[in-house]
């Protein structure tokens, strides 16, 4: 079976010869990785998202051993409006990313300067709001994964149109946004349809490049959870928050389908975001990543007894401590662990829980590969 048949397989629910496995690396790691797998010949820096991610060469890919080919964004860094000489810019919806230097010499960019902190509904009628049909967001894209279709067998995760919900929190700023979707919600709801409506168009834009070869759509980030509980209550996911990101979902799976109707759609969101798993499932999505293990009730045991059957997870190897901090041991537990708990009847696509960051040694996520190739093997038999 090769990778796309394995990967979809699973996303099927249904048992494929091995677990698939995937990973995106941040650029300190991806470094790191040429230096382990002996390949200094790759570019330095590869393209790289908001988040310090980066497109991973394909034969990176193949070395590595991984099933799945993640296609950035052709947005935010890329068609950013601003850049400044220290590497800060801002992107295409007016938010002002800082880079900031952490711990290692490693770099991140930080959100500064709300550009709607202050705004009103009018204010909304004005504000300069990105072009959804720019051609810079799929130049060049088409051939790109015509190109990964045609010489490889990788399965194509893709993520083009970004966020509502989160990105609006972008926009507004945190403290502003909170007390929006509570005291103001007139305004959250105008500043949710109005984002909604640009990501909706982007996806009809970028399908109808691309939507032939993308194998699973990874919706943006909609962050709904903490470490101990989700952000906001379920009555006001429900009320304020979840019909325009229900409309976004179901319109950009209707949208894929036209184009390639097995694919299938996967949602980001971190955290304790048990409460929202209904609601996700209702609302279209296929697959939840990153099934974060460390966070409150997301025990991995209980989610595939209580949802396995319904969706797909995505991710869930501990990048809090395991992976960061963890011996090799520790990295083959947590792998099996996971397998155990959530490959059985397919339904599982094994993944760090999360972008990989610095603190993670590209040797560490070698082994975690090696143990999934040598664990993973259907039937499922671990102890």
Known sequence: MNSRERVMTAAN???PDRVPVDMVLT???YRDMKKVLNMEHLPETPRMGRWTEVQMPIEMIKKLGIDMYYISPRSG???HSKSFDD??????????WKKTAIDGGHFYFELVNPPLANATIADLETYDWPDP???KRYAGL??????????????ILAKFAGAVFELATYMRGHERWYRDIINNQEFAHALMDKICQIQKRTNEVIMAEVGEYVDILRLSGEDLGMQDRPLVSPKTFRKV?????QELWEHAKKTLHQYHPEAKIMLHTCGSVRPFIPDLIESGVDILDPVQPGAKDMNRFELKEAFGDKIVFHGNID?????????????????REAIKALAPGGGFLLAPAHNVQGDVSAEKLVHMVNCVHEFGNYPIQLD
């Not at 088409?142 to 399965?155: F, I, N, P, W």
């Not at 928050?241 to 990101?245: D, F, G, R, T």
């Open 13 to 15: 629910h249904r048992e």
């Open 27 to 29: 650029i300190d790691v």
């Open 77 to 79: 860094v890329s068609i």
């Open 87 to 96: 590497g800060s810019f801002i992107d295409e919806w007016g938010c002002y």
């Open 133 to 135: 049909e720019d051609p």
């Open 142 to 155: 088409q051939e790109e994964m015509k190109e990964v279709r045609e010489t490889t067998d990788l399965a």
């Open 241 to 245: 928050i979840k019909p325009h990101l």
């Open 319 to 335: 990048i809090q401590k395991i992976l960061p901090f963890g011996t090799k041991e520790d990295i083959t537990n947590e792998v």
